[in-house]
């Protein structure tokens, strides 16, 4: 008979079953305060850091004292691939956070661990597309492309993704295609095209070149969001997460469309770098970032789309996650090994051919 179970019957028999289980916290507690460590990891900026940190790393510090975590911020998964493949030899980084496609893209070069079942326990919570190369990289949040805009100068938001090349947005709309956005938005336009997007992007290409004069930068500054909220753009092509907590937090003025054509998920990913130096305390946080706890409060205050099957949203937050029944009925998936292989070539053609001539 294990510890834990002689010291329950034993509260059990004397009447001190609440003394017991405080007595077994404290025990569980114990061993959580024993284990040690470092995690660096490296992963999304701005209001994602900010919000990860709030409600998945210092829960988990608070839970591992012990353990030291530190987050770098990465303009995209694009610059995040670029260091890892740079440390590879000696790696300074423990775990990853990266978008489906690059992650995809590093597991197949060596740059990702399989994770140790045994120490990441809530794999099997996870669903099994999901758990990608083996479980070089597991999916952790789920959100959609959407077009922001400014509440305050756009009285009648737009409905449609071809509303994105209507002229009266000439020179308000920023537009940052030269990432995984541009690769997401591909495939939409080519859906409203009636095209397959593993047949042809051409033209998807064609409405970007339509929409280009409505574009006042390509670089918004310092991002997709601020634009908006400064008034600097009408319009914006950015994730549905951090506009939603945005809008709740800076007065209302970043409003957020979910075109009826749907949209498409991206999937963020967290992966345990190849000869980690800290691999026991980084699969430690990855088995917490992916359980329950972690899963449902990063839903619920970022607006993230959790991927343990075990969370259960609120109905008004899984609305503000993945848009109305109808949007939900017109949301896309994509096969992301084909799209991983394809993405460098999409995001060439789309700086070549539309932003290079623009």
């Not at 995040?80 to 995809?104: R, S, Y």
């Not at 914006?236 to 800076?250: E, F, K, P, V």
Request: hydrophobic share 45%; net charge neutral.
């Amino acid at each position: 008979m294990d510890t834990n179970k002689r010291m329950t019957q034993f509260f059990a028999r004397t009447g001190l079953v609440a003394a017991g289980l405080l007595a077994l916290s404290g025990v569980a507690l114990a061993q959580d305060a024993s284990v040690k460590g470092t995690v660096n990891i490296v992963g999304f900026s701005g209001v994602f850091a900010e919000n990860y940190q709030k409600f998945v790393i210092d829960p988990f510090k608070a839970k591992y004292p012990d353990i030291t975590v530190t987050y770098q911020q990465s303009k995209n998964s694009a610059e995040t691939l670029a260091l890892l493949t740079l440390q590879k030899a000696d790696p300074k980084i423990d775990v990853a956070l990266i978008d489906v496609a690059v992650a995809i893209k590093a597991a197949k070069g060596g740059i990702f661990a399989k994770l140790d079942p045994s120490k990441v326990k809530v794999l099997d919570e996870m669903p099994a597309w999901a758990r990608l190369e083996g479980d070089q990289a597991v999916a952790f949040s789920q959100d959609n492309l959407a077009i922001l805009y400014n509440t305050e100068t756009v009285k009648q938001p737009p409905t449609s993704w071809t509303d994105l090349a209507d002229p009266k947005y000439k020179g308000r709309i920023a537009a940052k295609l030269s990432d995984t956005r541009g690769v997401i938005l591909l495939p939409i336009l080519d859906k409203i095209a009636g095209t397959d997007y593993k047949t042809s992007i051409d033209p998807a290409l064609d409405f970007l070149k339509k929409m280009a004069p409505n574009v006042s930068t390509w670089e918004p500054a310092p991002d997709c969001y601020a634009v908006i909220q400064s008034g600097e753009a009408d319009l914006s092509i950015c994730w549905n997460g951090r506009a939603q907590y945005l809008h709740d937090t800076q007065g209302g003025k970043i409003g957020v469309a979910a075109p009826k054509e749907g949209s498409i998920g991206q999937t963020n990913t967290i992966g345990l770098v190849e000869n980690s130096k800290n691999a026991e305390a980084a699969q430690l946080f990855i088995n917490y970032a992916l359980g329950t706890e972690a899963q449902a409060t990063f839903a619920e205050k970022s607006f993230y789309g959790p991927v343990n099957t075990k969370v259960s949203l609120p109905d008004a937050v899984a609305v503000r996650i993945y848009g109305s029944k109808e949007a939900q009925a017109a949301q896309m998936s994509l096969d992301w090994n084909f799209v991983a292989d394809k993405y460098a070539a999409w995001i060439q053609r789309i700086t070549r051919e539309v932003i290079a001539l623009n």
